[in-house]
């Protein structure tokens, strides 16, 4: 019998899976957006687009949901990559929907929660029909268990015991109108898999993934650098400290790990001997509950 | 980097798919630490003295509340020796769409059963999911083996039974591998057990990495349906036009003589482009994009094919479904067939059989078939369709059925019958005709 792929390399065939997938979607649907933030998924997910449509430039727009506590390194990178590129880039700014009441800031001052209602507002605004993710399923056990093409009702709602079978590499991509596909390329990469993949293709990240000196308190556990969403409260202080971040989210919410690690190789032989997750070790909204992840994508987080 | 092996769980419910699962990952030291001490957390909170490893892969909240694996999770471990991709699959027969999910990319099966319970109803309906879908590789795990006291005898008795039942279902003796194990305590999974010194084959992880992984044979023809054209209509690429694809089957050179299908135009490939830049050659799973020598029409849909052995091009087939969705199906159903790229319209004609996992027979003319339900069937499609048997060729023989009304997928479509049984119709009636055509001798 045959499956059967020649390819067997583990690299070569998640690189040629996800530009198959991208393709599906570009012949599939009429309005894709790539979810873009400048982090090192979304940076990987825009590398494989282009090399999907080669020599012709990338036939979606990107959006980013901007929380306004980002680090400031990865907007100009962000910025950066669009000019470069001569990209599309739609922002969805919280502070808008803040400002007209549509959201209201809450106590514990972290904005990650907040993105879902203006990311489904720019869905819906734009008439977006397939929103691509950088979403790994090795990140957590909740996304362990999504399809690549994940429907989303009108509400941008997940609802997982009512997923499609997803069969052999054929992609299922139907839906009514207000109904929205979120899309995942990296869905089989692991942490891992992204550094390698990296180093292979050379590819540029922001800075602050390689180790640099910073300001940081500790709070729950976790490095957190000061910034426009708060810094030390009393008996919290700040110390200087060789850093870097495994993972780029929300400032609010988001660590730093103590790191020496100041090359691509370095970061690899940090995270194959690391024995914490990269959610574990810097994701504040990930420790809330059993199930705080699936709860955030129920209600239409990405 | 190491070589890829994608595996799938299957069996009955409460089996120890999800501990067999749990305890690879915990014994391969896969799981990190902050994992693990959510494990340990909640399996306190549930009073349980041992963390319940089960844990680590029921991701869902009503999954760790029923103590039940409702969908497919992918998870990934390495060793020095492999990668591996693996999809823990739910074993209750309302989920078994998940299964095939799961199934439908692996390469090995691992099949368990409780010791206590031996082969029962649901392990033979995913040993025919999988050996319907062209897993190739089989382990069977005899589980819960601590549970009967790791006696010989009852691990004897029931290898011997699935053993003779994959061969039924046509498995060679040599892809099908049964271990006694104890997911729960970890015998012969990744550490050998000393309570079963009468067993001398391989723990489940030595097998896992020195299995086979089967690659196309050298000479499968080429087979890349079109995805994409691209047309960058740029100042530096005004005349560039690719064809862009997986390549699905067998492999593409510079200079190969192709031809498109449907349409049947034949030309020649004057360049591949991949994403490592331009390349002699490219090999099947490999994602591409095609020059070819004439400006012929070609769009998303088509297939291309070596000119040399085509396959043959159809609007009307004979198919095998794996029937998943939750109103039966009828003769006369309108529905959608997703092939490669191509979606078109299409007519259930016929309901030519249902096969009886159980028994490994079929039934004749059935009036429908209902959620889980194998069987064969007549398609007719509003176009014509460029087809391979699944046998032959598991990606272009391969289709989805997909409702017209809410776009839900409704079977898993494979072309021919890729089990013998399902050509092996009980005959109800005596046909005086056939067995005229055996001739009774001199
Ligand atoms: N004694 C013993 N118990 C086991 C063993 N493996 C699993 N169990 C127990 O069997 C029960 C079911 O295990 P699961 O791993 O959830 O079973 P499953 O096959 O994944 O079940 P579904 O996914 O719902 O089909 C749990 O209580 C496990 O602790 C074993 O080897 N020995
Ligand atoms: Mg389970």
Not at chain 1, 67 to 74: A, I
Not at chain 1, 174 to 187: A, D, I, K
Not at chain 1, 246 to 264: F, K, L, N
Not at chain 2, 225 to 251: K, L, N, S
Request: charged share 25%; aromatic share 6%.
């Amino acid at each position: 019998m045959a499956e059967t792929l020649a390819v067997t390399d583990n690299l070569d065939a998640l690189e040629s899976e996800a530009i198959h997938i991208f393709r599906e979607v570009a012949g599939e649907f009429d309005r894709p957006v790539i979810l873009f933030s400048g982090g090192k998924d979304s940076t990987l997910l825009l590398h494989l687009a282009i090399k999907a449509f080669w020599p012709a430039p990338v036939p979606f727009a990107l959006l980013h949901v901007d929380t306004g506590h980002n680090f400031p390194e990865v907007i100009e990178f962000r910025d950066k990559v669009v000019a470069q590129h001569g990209l599309r880039l739609e922002v969805a700014n919280v502070q808008e929907w803040i400002d007209d009441g549509r959201l209201q800031e809450r106590p514990d001052g972290t904005r990650n929660p907040l993105q879902t209602v203006p990311l489904l507002d720019s869905i819906t605004a734009h008439k977006f029909d397939a929103v691509f993710g950088g979403g790994r399923r090795d990140e957590e056990r909740a996304r362990a268990k999504e399809r690549i093409f994940s429907l989303r009702n009108s509400f941008g709602q997940w609802e997982p015991r009512r997923q499609r079978p997803e069969l052999w590499n054929l992609y299922n991509g139907r839906h009514r109108p207000g109904e929205h596909v979120r899309v995942f390329p990296l869905s089989n990469w692991t942490e891992l898999d992204v550094w390698h993949y990296i180093e292979r293709e050379n590819i540029e990240l922001p800075q602050i993934y390689y180790a640099h000196q910073r300001e940081v308190y500790l709070r729950d556990g976790m490095w957190l650098a000061e910034g426009p969403w708060g810094g030390p409260r009393d008996g919290e202080t700040l110390l200087s400290k060789t850093v870097r971040y495994r993972t780029v989210g929300d400032g609010s919410c988001t660590g730093a790990v103590e790191s020496t690690a100041a090359t691509i190789a370095d970061v690899i032989a940090e995270v194959a001997a690391s024995r914490l997750t990269e959610r574990g070790a810097t994701r504040a909204d990930d420790r809330m509950s059993e199930a705080a992840m699936e709860d955030r994508k129920r209600e239409g987080y990405f | 980097m190491s070589q890829l092996l994608r595996l799938a769980t299957a069996g009955s419910v409460d089996d120890g798919k999800s501990t067999l699962v749990g305890r690879l990952l915990y014994d391969t030291k896969s799981v990190l630490a902050d994992t693990l001490d959510a494990v340990h957390r909640a399996s306190a909170d549930r009073g349980l003295s041992t963390p319940d490893l089960s844990l680590l892969v029921d991701g869902l909240r009503s999954e760790r509340e029923q103590g039940i694996t409702i969908d497919v999770a992918y998870r990934y471990f390495a060793t020095p020796r492999r990668s591996f991709v693996l999809a823990d699959t739910p074993g209750h027969v309302q989920y078994t769409r998940n299964t095939v999910t799961g199934a439908s990319t692996a390469q090995l099966g691992v099949l368990l059963v409780d010791a206590r319970n031996g082969v029962v109803e649901q392990t033979r309906r995913h040993a025919a999911v999988l050996a319907l879908l062209g897993v190739p590789q089989l382990v069977l795990a005899v589980n819960k083996i601590d549970l009967v006291d790791y006696d010989e005898p009852t691990y004897r008795r029931i290898a011997k039974e699935f053993t003779a039942h994959a061969a039924e279902l046509g498995y060679p003796e040599a892809n099908v591998v049964t271990i006694p194990v104890s997911a729960l305590v970890g015998d012969n999974v990744v550490d050998r057990s000393d309570q079963t010194p009468w067993y001398d084959g391989p723990t489940l992880l030595e097998h896992l990495e020195t299995v086979p992984v089967h690659a196309d044979a050298e000479d499968a023809p080429f087979r890349f349906p079109v995805q994409y054209v691209i047309r960058p209509r740029t100042a530096e690429f005004p005349d560039y036009r690719g064809y862009a694809g997986q390549i699905a089957a067998g492999r593409v050179s510079v200079g190969d003589e192709i031809v498109v299908l449907p349409s049947g135009i034949s030309t020649t490939v004057t360049g591949i482009d991949s994403p490592q830049g331009p390349k002699q050659s490219a090999d099947s799973g490999e994602s591409v994009t095609l020059l070819l020598a004439n400006d012929v029409d070609i769009t998303r849909g088509d297939l291309i094919a070596a000119a040399a052995a085509p396959p043959r091009v159809s609007d009307e087939f004979d198919a095998t479904v794996c029937w998943l969705g939750d109103k039966p199906l009828r003769a006369g159903a309108r529905v959608l067939v997703k092939h490669g790229a191509r979606t078109v319209q299409a007519l259930v004609t016929q309901l030519r059989t249902r096969f009886d996992e159980q028994t490994l027979s079929s039934v004749d003319e059935p009036e429908s078939l209902s959620l889980n339900d194998i069987g064969r069937v007549l398609i007719r499609s509003a176009e014509q369709l460029p087809i391979d048997d699944y046998a032959d060729s598991r990606r272009t023989g391969a289709f989805l059925v997909i409702d017209p009304a809410d776009g839900s997928t409704l079977a898993a479509g494979l072309v021919g019958a890729p089990l013998n049984q399902l050509d092996q119709t009980d005959i109800t009636e005596a046909d005086p005709a056939a067995q005229d055509l055996v001739s009774p001798g001199p």
